[in-house]
Structures are given as C-alpha cells and as structure tokens.
C-alpha cells in the first residue's frame, strides 16, 4: 500500500523530519514501512496497516508544529506509541515492554523468524553479526514475558572475558566487577522500564546478573535466561549453562561466531553447540546475516569490509600452499 502526504510548510521539513532525519528513521521502525521524501510530499509504502498509522503519525507532527518550533523526542515517542496501540492493536509483532512509548517491533525477516522461535522454542540459539538485534530483541522478549508474568524472573548471563586486551583487577563488590561486561543488556533494558523500575527489579532479584562461571550447580525455573556474548564460552561452559534449564524456562544464547575472544585457538563452546543441537526437539538455531543488521548504516558497509579481507586473506593463504607445495 502506498499513501503520499502533503508537507504543509516546506520551509520546516527540518523540524518535521529531525535532526539527519531521525523522525523518519524512528516511524520507519516502529511500523516496518518505507518513506521516501521528496520536494513538498512524504512517501510512505508497505502493509497496509503500518502505513496507515504512520500517515496517522506525520499528520499529527505537522499538526504540532503549527504551535512549536520544533519536534521533542519525548512527543514523537507517545505518538508512536498511542498509533501502535489504537483500537486495542497493537503494531504487528510488537512486544509489549513496560515503558509505553517504547514501541519494539522486529524489523525484517530475519528478526521475525528470531523473535517467533523464541516464543516456539525452550532453547533458541542465535548467531549474526554485529547490529542485527540478537541482544536487544531477546531481553525484549524477556521483559514482555515477564510484564505478562508468565515467567518470574530474568537472568543475564555473560562471560567475563576482555576484547583483546587485559582490564587487570576490577575494583568493587561483584556486582560491580560484571557491571562492564552486561553493559549492553543494561541498556536494552534501560530503553524498555524505567530506572526505577530496574533498579527495584535487580534489587529484588526478578532481574538477576550472572557471570558465566557462577551458574554451576544452579537449576533456573520460571525463568528466561540469555547468555549474550556466548562465542566467548568455552566448550565445557556452554555444557554447564545449557543444563541450568529448569521448568517452565527458556533460554537464549546469542553470539557471534566470528569474534571470538578465547585464548590459545581455544575452541568456542558456542560454536560446538550449534553444529551438536542443530535439529533437536525443542532447540531453534537462527542465523541473522548482514541484512539484518539494524544499527547505523555504516555497521552494515564495516561488516562487509571485513568479510571481504577475510575471504581474501583465505585465498591468498591457499595460493601460497599452492605454490609451497609445488
């Protein structure tokens, strides 16, 4: 479906689109529709009903900007918000966080497929590159489970070990020594509750931080647990973590297999895990590739830098055994 709004006053296209055009980048998200503008129209093509609530969307920020100088942030957000939950609908595939104007919808396929077999699945493991939501969407899932309490707890699980390089002796209680390795599923969490709410949820226990190594001999019920980072688990770890799954649980082990961080050319427990679990009952394997990839535009173009010298390198080093051998 394809629908084509006038742009009231096109001297104000900056305020109405945003700085860099994050206005239109943050509709395009919420509703997975395509906008493209031109002149004095915004285009706006994809399922019909996405469509219809961001034309609903613009409408509503040309109406404010006849009375302001410009877009907040904090508007934008509840205009989305209360579009994608008109009528009691909500956004196709949007999953219900606490914040209300947090609007978190897999975008593509490849998120759709992840997101689905989640929800299908006690175990969904999943490998892709960096920016393709493999972090971010699972504690979303998470916390939509939990808000609809059917699970009692979430527990985030990474392994404690350094990107290339030694950090030596953190100081403080161990909450604090794993604080910069959970980082990035802190704030995901940030973006779906308040601080007050996540503060209240760690303190109690209903959001439980875990290093790797501290899960042995633990049975997790009525929970989700994600292991992010796992190609920085080791084959013996992967074990002891998939066999902490408890009734009434699931768990979701992301990671990206070409980033390793293991010493001495030590085999990745996650790596091992999906070529072992590929087609069990009960186990989803997803794989997100470069398309998927949702952070700026530029990750997409670094990753596939970086695949080309890889694949370059590879040839180069079979060429000169080539050459060796003869």
Do not use: W
Not at 36 to 56: E, F, L, N, W
Not at 69 to 89: F, H, K, R, T, V
Not at 208 to 220: C, D, I, K, Q, S
């Amino acid at each position: 479906m394809d629908i084509t709004i006038p742009i009231e006053d096109p001297a104000r296209r900056g305020a109405l689109f945003g700085t860099t055009d994050r206005n239109l980048r943050l509709i395009r998200a919420a509703f997975d529709v395509r906008i493209s503008a031109r002149d004095t129209k915004v285009h706006i093509s994809g399922p019909p009903d996405g469509v219809h609530r961001a034309a609903r969307v613009f409408e509503e920020l040309q109406r404010s900007l006849r009375s302001r100088p410009d877009i907040p942030d904090s508007l934008l957000q509840d205009l989305i918000s209360e579009s994608a939950l008109e009528n009691g609908d909500g956004v196709e595939g949007a999953l219900d966080v606490f914040l209300p104007s947090a609007v978190v919808v897999p975008r593509g396929e490849g998120q759709r497929q992840y997101v689905d077999a989640i929800y299908r699945h006690d175990l969904t493991c999943c490998v892709g590159p960096a920016g393709t939501g493999k972090t971010y969407l699972a504690v979303a899932v998470a916390v939509s489970m939990l808000k609809q309490h059917r699970i009692q707890r979430i527990v985030l699980v990474r392994p404690a070990v350094e990107a290339g390089e030694k950090l030596g002796y953190l100081p403080g209680d161990m909450q604090a020594k794993v604080n910069p390795y959970l980082r990035p599923l802190f704030d995901a969490m940030h973006d779906m509750m308040t601080f007050d709410q996540f503060k209240r949820f760690v303190q109690t226990d209903v959001v439980e931080v875990v290093p790797l190594a501290f899960m042995r001999g633990r049975t997790l019920n009525n929970s989700v647990i994600i292991l992010d980072e796992a190609q920085n688990a080791t084959i013996g770890q992967m074990l002891m973590f998939l066999t902490r799954l408890g009734h009434h649980s699931k768990m979701i082990v992301t990671g990206d297999d070409s980033q390793s961080d293991l010493r001495n050319g030590e085999e990745s427990g996650f790596v091992d895990a999906v070529r072992r679990l590929q087609g069990i009952e009960g186990v989803a394997v997803v794989r997100l590739t470069k398309s998927d990839i949702v952070r700026h535009p530029l990750v997409q173009r670094v990753v596939e830098a970086y695949e080309r010298g890889l694949e370059s390198s590879d040839n180069h080093n079979a060429e000169r055994a080539t050459t060796e051998s003869t």
